[in-house]
């Protein structure tokens, strides 16, 4: 044992449990043994962070608490089996479809599998759609870099994309004169990371942009390149261009294991078979880390955090505009970068996120004082909100490292592995720039083993379904005329039509169920969150697809929404 593991090792004794083991692996700190609760946990890893390791392996178990394995797709067939490919992407998220797009550049094989039924059904949907402008991540982090590149590409992203986006701005209100002081703060680090634009302001002139904020403040911080986005249209839209340009996507396919040989994954099993890829990105979320180590190169662990967050009407969305937050004392130095309120692209109101560690990966549970507390908070600071706005509140979890950053980077130990790791908040903005990394380090590891051109036929732009609660009255009429599917209501709430449902069924990538509809055109997303339109959807999904309507799903897996048919037609002998 070094003396700097030694070091760590009497603090996590003396400060947490003093059973505690360490020892060094793969450049990192590696956690033992048995603690009993999951606070410790979270807090050995946390004291054993920055102290000069690549990262903290946190492997201490919860006396009494066994962890649920990964949910699995039941799908088990040979569809894959002896593919060869050049490059496998391991998950379906933002990062991932973003960098299968960016591969698609050059002429290659790329595969993105996902063990859901359906992209962006994690993390990627799971979040408030900002754009942050970068002046949360601290300086010379991974974080600040992407997160202030990428937010700067989204305009071009976005249309080429061909998705809704707007650089709606951001204020941080402060509320007391003395924490005027916060200011000078903020601002420096805005210098630091290259954020651009940011103003301290005055009173007067915040409410000039948003009058309906409350009148308890005395001055803001604006940030005019905060962005708002649907993320999981983004999501989406990523993965078509990406199918559109060559690539292929494999859902309900999960990775379970790697054969490692002489420092190169030569296979990696799935339940739909072997694969034999030449280079392997690893983009797998909050299991990130389980297949770093199924390549034998696990040098951090994701601890999940949850965010809960709360979506109030759109009869609410012309009171705010921007993002709006309220400051902490305490927020310059913290690993998250509190809540607030915020307008989304599609005119809701969303309240929140908090943060709460968590042991488990995929539990998407709210927590009613959560919940409660969250309206406390923040409906006041626009005062013409209320409790009675609220349609619903969903959950989601970051997948944050105990270094609270990004892990962008080829394998020091398997020489075609490239991590896409620990992308929490300010993930989303990041993603177009972490894509063309990510691009730029695996075209460097397989032009090690093959020849590397351009893709002579890449098109990056990308048609999406029409909006019709977007166009003029005299552009919906000659979509209606063209395509009378778009004259048919089905969501009343949000407008959508079957035409857009029909569109989404035959989208460049194939999908079943409700939800995975919702993604795309919002059916369901309004005040009465699908209980007029869910019928609808399925009876077209049912035409459409020739499925028996007791086999739709809601999620995939086992969501049935049906269990039989009730009724029979008996026809005249």
């Known amino acids: 044992m070094s003396r700097r593991s030694q070091h760590i090792q009497q603090r996590l004794q003396q400060q947490v449990e003093p059973n505690i083991s360490c020892r060094e692996g793969h ?80 002429s290659i094989s790329v595969l993105l599998v996902e063990k859901e039924d359906d992209l ?43 998705i809704p986006f707007t650089r709606c701005g951001s204020l941080i209100l402060y509320q007391e004169r003395w924490e005027r002081f916060l200011g000078p703060l903020f601002m420096a680090r805005a210098r630091q990371n290259g954020v651009p634009g940011v103003r301290l302001i005055n009173k007067n002139e915040a409410l000039s942009l948003e009058p309906h904020l409350t009148r308890e403040f005395s001055a803001a911080l604006h940030m005019p390149s905060t962005g708002i986005i649907s993320p999981y249209l983004l999501t989406v839209a990523y993965a ?38 030449r280079v392997i990105v690893n983009a797998a979320g909050c299991y990130a880390d389980a297949v770093a180590d199924m390549a034998g190169d696990q040098f951090f662990t994701i601890h999940p ?11 609410k969305g012309h009171l705010i ?49 959560h919940i409660k507390l969250m309206l406390q908070r923040y409906l006041p600071l626009v005062p013409e909100l209320s409790p009675a706005d609220l349609i619903t509140y969903f959950a989601g979890t970051r997948p944050a490292t105990y270094e609270e950053d990004f892990v962008i980077e080829r394998s020091q130990y398997v020489r075609n592995l490239v991590h896409a790791a620990g992308i929490q908040s300010p993930g989303l903005a990041s993603a177009p720039a972490i894509a063309e990394e990510v691009a730029r380090l695996t075209v460097g590891a397989l032009g090690e083993v093959a020849r590397v051109g351009d893709n002579p036929t890449f098109d990056g732009h990308r048609q999406g379904i029409p909006e019709p609660e977007r166009m003029t009255w ?94 029979t037609v008996q026809r005249a002998s």
């Not at 305009?155 to 994309?161: C, G, I, K, S």
């Not at 292929?248 to 040989?261: A, G, I, Q």
């Not at 004392?329 to 607030?340: N, R």
């Open 27 to 106: 450049d990192s700190i590696i956690l033992e043994g048995i603690v009993d609760n999951w606070a410790q946990v979270v807090r050995a890893g946390k004291l054993a962070a920055h102290e000069g390791y690549k990262g903290v392996v946190n492997r201490l178990a919860i006396e009494g608490l066994t962890l649920p394995p990964p949910r699995s797709p039941k799908l088990k067939d040979t569809a894959l089996d002896g593919l060869h490919v050049d490059v496998l992407i391991v998950g379906g998220g933002v990062t991932g479809c973003a960098i299968a797009r960016e591969l698609t550049r050059k």
């Open 321 to 369: 505009s921007h993002v709006v937050a309220k400051p902490r004392l305490l927020q310059v130095k913290s690993d998250t970068k509190g809540g607030g309120v915020n307008r989304t692209i599609d005119g809701n109101i969303l309240v929140g996120p908090n943060a709460v560690e968590q042991p488990f990966r995929e539990d998407y549970s709210t927590d009613r004082d």
């Open 474 to 567: 005299e552009e919906r009429d000659a979509l209606i005329h063209r395509r009378p599917d778009y004259g048919i209501i089905v969501c009343r709430c949000e407008g959508i039509s079957k035409g857009q449902v029909v569109d989404a069924l035959n989208s460049p990538i194939s999908v079943t169920s409700i939800d995975a509809v919702k993604r795309r055109v919002r059916a369901g997303m309004g005040r009465c969150q699908g209980a007029f339109c869910t019928p609808q959807v399925l009876r077209i999904i049912g035409e459409q697809n020739g499925e028996q309507l007791a086999a739709i799903t809601k999620k995939g897996g086992d969501s049935f929404i049906l269990a039989t048919e009730t009724k």
């Open 120 to 162: 962006a059904t994690h993390a990627s949907s799971r979040n408030n759609g900002m754009i942050h402008p970068g002046i949360e991540p601290h300086p010379g982090t991974s974080k600040a870099y992407f997160n202030v590149h990428g937010n700067a590409m989204y305009d071009t992203v976005a249309a080429e994309l061909g």
């Open 240 to 277: 078509e261009n990406a199918v559109q340009n060559g690539a292929r996507v494999s859902l309900e396919t999960m990775v379970v294991d790697m054969k490692v040989r002489e420092g190169r994954i030569t296979a990696v099993g799935t339940n739909r078979g072997t694969l034999f890829p």
């Open 305 to 315: 955090r949850k965010g809960e967050i709360i979506i109030l009407d759109r009869k």
